[in-house]
């Protein structure tokens, strides 16, 4: 159980450093953007919603550990549920980011919760 909470935790460093590295270094330029919408932001969304999806799986069943494993889980459990939430915002953070800019170059509104809905 505790390599299997070591993993996820592994798992959401890995996603929160690709959230952090396409906030400091946008995936995608301008010219980009305006030539293809296909190409660029909707695969992205893709990921983005898959991820999401992925860290709240992830991240409920941390929190079932947390709740009924017992004293000796508590501590990686929660350190799993820190690196999660972490990862998530990253994640979507960087999302946010691109679905402005893709709405400040095309002038198309996305959508709910940023085109993630």
């Known amino acids: 159980m505790k390599i299997f909470l ?8 890995i996603v929160a450093t ?17 030539r293809s919408l296909v190409d660029t932001w909707e ?5 983005t919603a898959f991820d999401l ?7 409920l069943f941390a929190g079932a550990v947390f709740a009924f494993g017992g004293a000796r889980f508590k501590r990686i459990s ?8 972490a990862a998530a915002g990253l994640e979507l953070a960087s999302h946010i980011l691109l679905s402005n800019q ?4 095309t002038g198309q509104p996305l959508g709910a919760l940023y085109g993630l809905l």
């Open 43 to 47: 695969p992205h969304a893709l990921v």
């Open 6 to 13: 070591a993993s996820l935790i592994v798992l959401a460093l």
């Open 18 to 34: 690709g959230g952090a590295w396409q906030i400091f270094s946008p995936p995608f330029t301008d010219a980009q953007i305006s």
């Open 102 to 105: 893709v709405a400040r170059v």
């Open 53 to 59: 999806a992925l860290l709240l799986a992830s991240a």
């Open 78 to 85: 929660s350190a799993a549920l820190l690196a999660i939430v």
